[in-house]
């Protein structure tokens, strides 16, 4: 019993006394929240993984989008939004975060208007690019095979052509 009480105690005192250095005056609430995932995130031997969340919109589909699209041009460009309210249903917002663990290293928007089911505006990290700005695209490039070449005989081929049976050739 006197084991026990031991164990209670001690990681009681050790937990109450942590409260009282961590919520001082000094700090605000925000690292009080963070203490945890921050003590996690600098252990070793700890795997963070790393983790993709929204849409990948490139600047290349925003360089597509022109004004007066209709919402089916623009979902087919940038895929379905991240988020689309009820309360405003001519504001489509595609999100983009990616980060190591806990921590998002790259957060990026792009919001796009409509104005009576055409877009209207534009808004967030990346925008369209003037036309003497953007890059070209790669040109398709066309390759010739030559023809198919049977090539010579096998010898087992060989073999039932002289005895009179023929091998079909493919």
């Not at 990681?11 to 003590?39: E, K, M, Q, W, Y």
């Not at 990026?108 to 967030?124: A, C, K, N």
Request: glycine letters at 8%.
């Amino acid at each position: 019993m006197r084991k026990l009480l031991i164990f209670i105690t001690i990681p009681a005192t050790l937990i109450a006394g942590g409260c009282s250095t961590v919520s001082d005056g000094a700090r605000s609430l925000g690292s009080v929240t963070n203490v945890i995932p921050d003590a996690l995130d600098k252990a070793p031997l700890i795997y963070r993984p790393e983790i993709q969340q929204g849409n990948v919109v490139t600047q290349e589909q925003v360089n597509e989008l022109k004004p007066g699209m209709t919402k089916r041009q623009v979902r087919f460009l940038l895929g379905t939004p991240m988020l689309s309210d009820v309360f405003h249903a001519d504001r489509w917002d595609y999100a983009y975060t990616f980060g190591v663990g806990s921590k998002p290293a790259e957060i990026r928007r792009v919001t796009v208007y409509f104005q009576d089911d055409r877009l209207s505006r534009i808004t967030g990290d990346t925008r369209p690019q003037p036309p003497e700005e953007r890059t070209e695209k790669k040109k398709e490039a066309v390759v010739s095979v030559p023809d198919w070449d049977p090539g010579a005989k096998t010898l087992w081929q060989r073999t039932l052509n002289s005895v009179g049976l023929e091998t079909k050739e493919e």
